[in-house]
């Protein structure tokens, strides 16, 4: 008799996105006159550069073509791609890592869930509150975790490092015994940055525990102030202890194209390996069970990198960060609490008047009919707060602004 | 203190074709002016039909265009897509299934490697041998297996189902308890095939024990004969106890492009579940844990689906299938042995005089430089047989058959 997985009876509630569709298009159907403005899921809206664009459509077209056509790459990615890569990580950010310490993927989110398998089922995993859903969900189906308390709105045994306004939305290191911690820097729903004095306690924490930090950096791109964290190897020591994971999606636009890429280095140790290690198995994993990113996509990713890509991106990404500054005034003039929206495309905002965060998603929508993500869904700490996203077109954001100056009763 | 997961190392040595890869290029280094025929790694190399790839360079260029660009789409994949693979189930199969019991991946490799995650940890697996090795190596390193027993060249815990010349390479049904049972058909590596009555009997004993049957149907359209199994749902009460991967690859050339699908039918039900509650987990895994395929991916998989992309993608198919028959009319015009290449786009070949898989790889590299796949590498009923693929062009295949023909001393 086969048997279920039965740690997905452990995930709390359904997946926040797929909530948020759901209240939305019941809300669509009682008022079928209304236009709904989505403020809600970071999804990209702006067209590729041309650059880009064009670089997969001749792939496409190579592919018609019997001298160029190709098949199976290697399951880890383009080697061009992983070199463009590399060059771009020393250039951009003074970090040195071999174009084999990068592995090619179909986009971070993926890679988010997929890294713990390399790591043994007893860790102990540590997230953010709030954080992007994936850390925690991809470890819950896998029993890493254990159930969810619903008083405390946590699963037992996972860490919640809590993320406040009180320590300016940064995490201390763990005060007990952690394996696996994940940071979002620029980050995912709150939009705070790391410096270097940040992060250096955490990897002196993960050197010393022999933990393993999980970097996240989706956002990095849109951070524009200086002396940021752009990458977790700038800080001495983090190759022994980290593994980076960064995306094309917000970089590039490609939340539809799906690329992304893995850094795991040579030096990253735990206890119970040698270097190299840990970099073979993930490399297993890779050759085990994935056939590589869409050749199309890893074109695509190839033209990002070339320096008009570079440049072509920064414009679509400071048309966004333009609309985050609308979003952002917007609300403070209104006498609202906001956050992020400054080195990140996510505004964080406190709702108003101690309201829970489904029920401000819920006035929102029916008194402005613009759509939120509801905080709560990023971790306990998130209650209180929702994420508005800059990814739209600017008269969409404008719209919604003044919907909401005009008609959210505070 | 973080670990790994030590269950990497059950692993037996390197993936079959990272192992291939190696000794060829040891091989090339030796001997630099010998130019290496490879009838190995079964990846395609004819063009795609203009109609693929123009819409997928189509797609590539409205990403370009605001009006027409696209950021994530359903992580279940595009509903149009999904569509389009139940009407084509529905017309040549004659099955029916809903759209939305199809999932759309970036590759069956993904889906037969994931599938396992949600069923129990507890699971018993069983698998064909030979069979494809990311069926087991996936359940490894999941830790549903046992140790690898280098003296059987079996992992203990799984239950192995010899295809070999005895019973014309189709399994008994398992004669104890299994829990999860993959089967190939055509079958990769052996060229196999299934009629109705050869499943009906793995219906049946799945429906008995509740166990779930795990159909991969990649190479399904390079049958030629009539009479034979093109869905598992053709089989009464599959819809109750089995999941059907499929794959784009083989198909229709998007080795590269990376495009497959799943079915997990409403109807699915293991011990501990209710109808639907399968086909609802494996829909959470997607969402929790995936984005989808690559949209231009499945711009190019819609036109495959359309009357023409599917008549385009049979010539390419008939033409690989010639390739099939020169190999098998070849090699058994020198006496050997072959089995399968009528409707599959493998050869099965029994290596003669009882040598061993990998010395007869390293002997037919040496004496012919033509490359092929070690049977062994697909299980231990694999032992003494190699395949050779019928993917290439058509020159370098009658040139490789030549080559072995006059140089292979046997």
């Known amino acids: 008799m086969a048997l279920k997985n039965s740690y997905y009876e452990r995930l709390a509630g359904g997946y926040l996105f797929p909530e948020i569709a759901r209240r939305t298009k019941e809300f669509q159907v009682f008022h079928p006159e209304v236009k709904i403005m989505r403020l809600g899921i970071g999804n990209t809206t702006e067209p590729l550069p041309q650059i880009v664009a064009s670089a997969m459509a001749l792939e496409a077209v190579r592919l018609m073509n019997v001298e160029t056509y190709s098949g199976y790459g290697d399951e880890q990615g383009n080697s061009k791609l992983r070199q463009a890569l590399s060059e771009r990580y020393k250039k951009c950010f003074g970090v040195r890592l071999d174009a084999d310490e990068f592995f090619i993927s179909d986009g971070s989110k993926c890679d988010c869930a997929n890294i713990s398998s390399i790591f043994s089922h007893e860790s102990i995993i540590a997230v953010e509150s709030p954080a992007y859903p994936v850390y925690v969900d991809s470890n819950v189906t896998s029993g890493k975790t254990g159930q969810f308390n619903k008083g405390k709105m946590q699963y037992e045994g996972v860490y919640y490092m809590p993320c406040t306004e009180m320590n300016d939305f940064f995490p201390e290191v763990p005060s007990g015994h952690v394996d696996l911690i994940y940071l979002c820097r620029p980050n995912n729903p709150t939009g705070a940055v790391a410096m270097a004095s940040d992060l250096q ?3 002196d924490y993960a050197l010393e525990h022999k933990a393993v930090i999980i970097y996240d950096v989706a956002y990095v791109d849109y951070q524009k102030e200086r002396g940021l964290v752009e990458s977790i190897y700038q800080i001495p020591g983090a190759e022994k202890c980290a593994i980076e994971i960064g995306s ?33 198995m993930w490399s297993r994993r890779y050759t085990t069970v994935f056939n590589g990113a869409s050749n199309i996509a890893q074109a695509g990713g190839l033209a990002v990198l070339s320096e008009l890509g570079q440049q072509s991106c920064q414009e679509v990404i400071n048309y966004y960060m333009s609309n985050a500054r609308l979003i952002k005034n917007g609300l403070y003039d209104m006498g609202l609490t906001v956050y992020g929206g400054t080195n990140a495309p996510y505004i964080w905002l406190k709702v108003p008047d101690g309201m829970s965060s489904w029920n401000f998603f819920d006035k929102l929508l029916n008194e402005t009919n613009v759509v939120c993500t509801p905080g709560v869904g990023f971790g306990p700490d998130g209650e209180g707060f929702c994420r508005l996203s800059a990814f739209g077109h600017q008269e969409n954001i404008t719209e919604a602004i003044e919907s909401i100056r005009m008609n959210l009763r505070i």
Do not use: C
């Open 201 to 203: 306690p955490f990897v």
């Open 248 to 280: 094309f999606s917000k970089w590039a636009g490609f939340t539809g194209v799906r690329l992304g890429w893995s850094i795991v280095p040579k030096e990253l140790v735990v206890e119970d390996t040698v270097p190299g290690e840990l970099h073979r």
